[in-house]
């Protein structure tokens, strides 16, 4: 069973940074190439939006505008596990940050709990 776990929220003030996680259980990185992870956030009130991605076969990484140069996506295909650094973060990144087996989002996706993330001012 493929399982997703997402840890590493947490408060943080605006400007700081914070390390997630989403490792991955039941499935290889280097055995589903075909599969991307991507990072998801769902703030109060909002919709979920895509913030970043990446394709377990060749490392492409994508990015929301509003991320972009402050975010990084990473693998680690050893550890099974997609990391994604957040720097400078401001207040409207504050949100439940989820992870899950595509750069789509798609219901049949796996699903990580999600981890919240706090930026106060």
């Known amino acids: 069973e493929v399982q997703l776990q997402a840890s590493g929220g947490g408060l943080v003030q605006t400007g700081g940074s914070l390390r997630l996680s989403c490792a991955a259980s039941g499935f290889s990185f280097d055995d589903f190439r075909d599969y991307a992870i991507g990072w998801f956030r769902q703030a109060p009130g909002k919709e979920r939006e895509g913030v970043s991605c990446?394709?377990?076969?060749?490392?492409?990484?994508w990015y929301t505008n509003s991320v972009k140069g402050r975010f990084t996506i990473s693998k680690d295909n050893v550890k099974n596990t997609v990391y994604l650094q957040m720097n400078s973060l401001k207040r409207e990144d504050t949100a439940i940050y989820y992870c899950a087996t595509s750069c789509s989002g798609l219901p049949d996706d796996s699903w990580g709990q999600g981890t919240q993330v706090t930026v106060s001012s």
């Open positions: 990446i394709t377990l076969s060749d490392g492409r990484t």
